[in-house]
């Protein structure tokens, strides 16, 4: 039903979406929409993904506006519990998202726990992120970091293993942004907002 949806938005205009989103962050690119949607790979995201990433549970998983996680190649995104990615946050290489650990007593049950990470975030590649943790507006995640925590004020560079702060940003000197169009990956705000409505669990 999902994947009939999805059909239904954007078959009948993919060039349209290509040209309105082609100066976005994650563009939709005719080559990643045919691994997708021709070829099954990673079906059921309604945002573009590399074919080589992974993602599971897409009902508990809000991707923001220009935000595609999975996009770049490599990565592993978990949505056994809900992920909640903010507007214009961008995900690299080969990172996880992590949102359920197995139980150390009972390897069978799962300890769920959801993620957020905010607005105009940066992960950087080879990151994970875990279950429970929050990422405020504006958090840059270092390379090669394992977040085990929460940094849910936000404005700050985090890195290592386990991340900590390594430098404050300066809040006035943050741009905000938008694009002339804003898309949650393939589907334009309206069509988003019909489909979280009916299909998302978030």
Not at 12 to 17: A, W, Y
Not at 20 to 41: A, D, I, N
Not at 120 to 127: A, Q
Not at 145 to 171: H, L, M, Q, R, W
């Amino acid at each position: 039903m999902i994947s009939k949806l999805i059909k239904k938005f954007f078959f009948k205009d993919l060039s349209k979406r290509m040209l309105e989103t082609s100066y976005s962050q994650t563009p939709v690119k005719f080559k990643m929409w045919f691994y997708q949607r021709v070829l099954g790979f990673n079906k059921e995201a309604y945002w573009p993904m590399h074919f080589t990433s992974i993602v599971t549970g897409v009902k508990n998983i809000y991707a923001g506006i220009d935000t595609s996680p999975g996009y770049m190649p490599g990565c592993y995104i978990q949505g056994i519990g809900k992920i909640y990615i903010g507007d214009y946050s961008q995900i690299s290489s080969n990172v996880g998202i992590i949102t359920a650990n197995h139980n150390i007593y009972d390897t069978r049950k799962h300890e769920v726990k959801s993620v957020i990470i905010g607005k105009y975030c940066w992960v950087g590649m080879n990151s994970m992120i875990l279950p429970g943790v929050e990422l405020g507006d504006f958090t840059i995640v270092g390379a090669g970091s394992v977040v085990t925590k929460s940094f849910s004020e936000g404005y700050c560079i985090i890195a290592g293993n386990p991340a900590k702060v390594i430098k404050k940003i300066d809040k006035e000197k943050c741009k905000p942004f938008k694009n002339n169009y804003e898309y949650h990956g393939y589907l334009n705000t309206h069509e988003f907002n019909e489909y979280k409505d009916k299909y998302l669990n978030v």
